[in-house]
């Protein structure tokens, strides 16, 4: 199939994992095949070598969890996100390929070590819905629409879903720092005691308002700018800010913090 001309593929590697899943119709079996691959670390100098599309290698129909920014930030996303996954976070794994840096899963998912929270994180990886995931330094991000929004005014955390791109979370390294002094006194959990944010929460908070996204199929609805700015006044918001405060809690349960009540 592939000859000569196409480069990489010409390689006579025995086990071609990118060529098995692109071949591979079933969704299921290419993730078996997939993880069984990742599982045996002594074959992935292959992968780096034979790796020419690792859109198809995670996923044939495109599903995605990517890094952006510098490999040092890069680092530290990946690092909060173990972190708020406990014991589950050992089983995220990287997979680079010029430039991208993709978050995958190995072994058996997250959900059988990481409870419903680690079955959330599961399921944005899954999702046909491109999500991207950055830890910055500075308090200015930008989106895809070309805006750009200050961390201040947000805690330190920001998730949007940006029509007809994908839906970018971003946190500031500050965060917690942020969040504590924006919120003091006015965060409060089901008990009536008040709250205070930590990474964790605050990484699953925001994995929650991306999963509400994609879970109640906001982002598939709106094809545009427009779209979105029509859904930003809608009662959907409610819903979807339900959804972060009911992942936030998976995170707060798992830590023996009080519950939150509600977003504000
Ligand atoms: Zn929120």
Redesign the pocket.
């Known amino acids: 199939m592939y000859g000569y001309n196409h480069g990489r593929f010409t390689s006579p590697d025995p086990y071609n994992i990118v060529l098995e899943s692109q071949n591979e119709r079933n969704k299921e079996k290419a993730r078996e095949k997939l993880t069984a691959y990742l599982n045996k670390p002594q074959q992935w100098n292959r992968y780096t070598y034979v790796i020419n599309n690792p859109l198809s290698l995670i996923d044939p129909t495109g599903e995605i969890l990517e890094l952006t920014g510098t490999e040092e930030e890069k680092k530290y996303a990946l690092k909060l996100l173990r972190d708020s996954l406990g014991e589950a976070g050992n089983n995220l794994h990287l997979v680079i390929d010029g430039g991208h840096t993709y978050v995958t899963y190995v072994n058996n998912g997250l959900a059988a070590s990481g409870g419903d929270y680690g079955k959330v994180i599961e399921e944005i990886i899954d999702s046909t819905t491109s999500v991207e995931f950055q830890v910055t330094d500075n308090d200015k991000v930008k989106f895809s629409d070309g805006s750009v929004q200050s961390f201040s005014t947000y805690g330190g ?1 920001i ?1 949007r879903a940006m029509s007809g791109t994908h839906i970018q979370v971003f946190i500031s390294k500050t965060a917690e720092t942020t969040a504590n002094e924006l919120f003091q006194g006015k965060m409060f959990g089901e008990d009536g005691s008040q709250l205070r944010a930590n990474a964790e929460t605050i990484v699953s ?2 994995m929650g ?1 991306a999963w509400g996204m994609i879970k109640d199929d906001f982002y598939n609805k709106y094809t545009s700018l427009w779209g979105y700015q029509s859904w930003a006044k809608s009662n959907l918001v409610q819903q979807n ?1 339900n959804r ?1 405060v009911q992942v936030e809690n998976m995170t707060r349960q798992r830590l023996g913090l009080p519950k939150r009540q509600k ?2």
């Open positions: 955390a998730t908070h925001d308002h800010q972060s977003h504000h």
